[in-house]
């Protein structure tokens, strides 16, 4: 039984445009009033017992695929670099050096078509699927909504429909590791995440650099105006692009800034770098939510700007959203799976 309760009302009776839950976004400008905090959405969405045995029965149920190609997928050298930064939100600090071992990642997220293969091989159905409704930021009003029948298939509702080769997103976290298992593949942890973002550049703010728009124009997906009045759509897309659209970074990955929030393996925990340790860190040892990275195409300079490589957000492991999808790593060949 889907819990309900009073976060979920005041997103359908306020249309709040500031809650973590849905636009896992948050303003670096600005305080604002009236918006429900994050911990507000954890209590929320915390999964029932018997949800968490269905989640979790699918996913037992999985078979690995025979297709364990390294098609699509960039070679990561495991190096030191600085994670983090000191220039940002408290929760992206301290800056801090971090050493990782090699692995092989998705070049580009997780598409529908790519899903689609997977939901085909195993009859698996999304927690947007099961619940029968899921978040999805409505452009004409200019908020968040709860829309019955959005799902992978049609992340806008029922007169929707995703296109192959966009990011597949309403997908959460248990969703998203269903298929990285079922692709011999996981999630990657926040920590290989940010250092293939980086692209090999030391302390940039971007994947690309230190200026939001190089020679004037943007390179990436993510809103430009003022969040949610006007969109002037200069990058020419208004919401999901394809998966490729713009230039990769130095590591040859495409969209790990805009597109879509991207989910990693670790729990969240906003206090984690104080502590994080050196070698290969795995993230809090438990937790409430999960960890986002990569920000999506309805982060804004007025609001949101979280397309910065340091960039943090998170939500509950069963959250599906239209701005919300995954990529996904392998280990280096000889090491031990995770």
């Not at 978040?135 to 992978?152: C, I, L, Q, S």
């Not at 993510?222 to 969040?227: A, C, D, L, N, P």
Request: hydrophobic share 35%; aromatic share 12%.
């Amino acid at each position: 039984m889907r819990i309900e309760n009073n976060f979920r009302k005041k997103v359908l009776t306020l249309g709040l445009l500031g809650v973590t839950f849905f636009c896992a976004c948050q303003s670096q400008t600005q305080e604002t009033t009236n918006v429900v905090k994050s911990d507000d959405f954890a209590e929320s969405r915390l999964s029932s017992p018997r949800r968490d045995s269905i989640a979790q029965n699918q996913q037992e149920n999985i078979s690995q695929s025979k297709n364990m190609s390294k098609d699509g997928m960039v070679f990561i050298e495991g190096s030191a670099f600085t994670m983090g930064t000191n220039d940002g939100m408290a929760y992206e600090a301290p800056a801090h050096e971090v050493s990782l071992k090699s692995f092989w990642i998705d070049e580009a997220e997780v598409t529908v078509k790519d899903f689609e293969k997977f939901v085909e091989a195993t009859n698996y159905v999304t927690e947007a699927e099961r619940f029968g409704d899921s978040g999805v930021f409505d452009f004409e009003n200019k908020n968040w909504t709860m829309r019955k029948n959005a799902n992978w298939r049609q992340p806008e509702g029922a007169n929707s429909k995703a296109n192959g080769d966009e990011p597949v997103t309403q997908v959460s976290w248990n969703d998203a590791n269903a298929y990285a298992k079922w692709a011999g593949k996981r999630l990657p942890t926040e920590a290989e995440w940010e250092f293939a973002a980086r692209g090999d550049l030391k302390d940039k703010e971007y994947a690309w650099g230190d200026e939001l728009r190089p020679d004037g124009k943007p390179v990436a997906n993510w809103w430009q105006g003022e969040f949610p009045a006007k969109n002037m759509v200069e990058d020419g897309f208004a919401g999901r692009a394809p998966v490729k659209s713009f230039a990769p970074n130095g590591y040859g990955l495409h969209d790990v800034a805009g597109n879509v929030w991207e989910w990693t393996a670790d729990w969240y925990d906003a206090d984690y770098y104080k502590t994080s340790p050196r070698e290969d860190p795995q993230g809090a040892t438990s937790g409430a939510e999960r960890a986002m990275r990569g920000g999506s195409f309805l982060c804004a300079e007025n609001f949101c700007t979280n397309y910065r490589v340091a960039g943090r957000s998170h939500s509950s492991p069963d959250t599906g959203l239209n701005n919300v999808g995954f990529r996904c790593v392998r280990n280096a060949d000889g090491q031990t799976v995770r």
